[in-house]
């Protein structure tokens, strides 16, 4: 008998602090060579989140600069931006304000998939002092709630100013994710080993 093989889910990654220049010069360029690689669906959705007046085309050009400049990527391969592009969209609003993750919910609900059903992961590249209040707002607004796929946090350095404060910030993140959906990262730990591994992928491309 033949085994059913479930279709992946969609996935959507929320930036948080999109305009910032962490985004267009890492994040972004990152994840295009993830899908330049294979390693992550060309139909995955970017929502870039924060409170700067941007569109969506403002957003994606500002991206794509961003990209082409600090892509460590082959220019052929750069090519497949336009892949990428129409995934990308903007939302302006404030980070304490409730009606930013209404907001933010419809976005993701309109991705043409029931979002409790789609994977979720948010990435807070924004100052530390904002850390609490977005995930405080996550969880009020549901948005944190797992459902039947999975929901993730990225925590960017720095994760505390010392132990004291460190623990604060575990004690604030336990009370809506559970601990197998945070992750804390330091994006230039092992970063040279990342980019020996894209760049081993590329070259069979």
Same mark, same amino acid.
């Given at each position: 008998?033949?085994?059913? /093989?479930?279709?992946? %889910?969609?996935?959507?990654?929320?930036?948080?602090?999109?305009?910032? *220049?962490?985004?267009?010069?890492?994040?972004?360029?990152?994840?295009?060579?993830?899908?330049?690689?294979?390693?992550?669906?060309?139909?995955?959705?970017?929502? $870039?989140?924060? +409170?700067?007046?941007?569109?969506? *085309?403002? &957003? +994606?050009? +500002?991206?794509?600069?961003?990209?082409? #400049?600090?892509?460590?990527?082959?220019? $052929?391969?750069? /090519?497949?931006?336009?892949?990428?592009?129409?995934?990308?969209?903007?939302?302006?609003?404030?980070? *304490?304000?409730? #009606?930013?993750?209404?907001?933010?919910?419809?976005?993701?609900?309109?991705?043409? %998939?029931?979002?409790?059903?789609?994977?979720?992961? &948010?990435?807070?590249?924004?100052?530390?002092?904002?850390?609490?209040?977005?995930?405080?707002?996550?969880?009020?607004? $549901?948005?944190? @709630?797992? $459902?039947?796929?999975?929901? @993730?946090?990225?925590?960017? /350095?720095? &994760?505390?100013?010392?132990? /004291?404060?460190?623990?604060?910030?575990?004690?604030?993140?336990?009370?809506? &994710?559970?601990?197998?959906?945070?992750? @804390?990262?330091?994006?230039?730990?092992? %970063?040279?080993?990342?980019?020996?591994?894209? #760049?081993?992928?590329?070259?069979?491309?």
């Amino acid at each position: 008998m033949a085994v059913r /093989k479930e279709a992946p %889910k969609r996935t959507s990654i929320v930036i948080f602090g999109a305009s910032g *220049d962490l985004t267009s010069r890492k994040i972004i360029p990152a994840l295009h060579s993830l899908m330049c690689a294979g390693l992550v669906p060309k139909s995955t959705q970017i929502i $870039g989140v924060a +409170r700067s007046p941007l569109t969506d *085309d403002a &957003f +994606r050009d +500002r991206l794509s600069k961003g990209m082409a #400049k600090n892509s460590r990527l082959p220019p $052929g391969v750069k /090519k497949q931006w336009p892949s990428l592009a129409p995934n990308l969209s903007y939302l302006a609003g404030d980070y *304490d304000d409730p #009606k930013t993750y209404r907001l933010l919910a419809g976005m993701l609900s309109n991705s043409g %998939k029931d979002p409790v059903k789609a994977n979720h992961l &948010f990435y807070l590249s924004t100052p530390p002092q904002l850390f609490p209040i977005i995930v405080k707002q996550l969880g009020s607004s $549901g948005l944190a @709630r797992p $459902g039947s796929a999975w929901t @993730r946090i990225i925590i960017e /350095k720095p &994760f505390g100013r010392d132990r /004291k404060s460190a623990r604060k910030l575990n004690v604030q993140l336990h009370a809506v &994710f559970n601990e197998g959906q945070v992750y @804390r990262i330091d994006h230039y730990l092992g %970063k040279e080993y990342t980019v020996s591994v894209l #760049k081993s992928n590329l070259s069979r491309l």
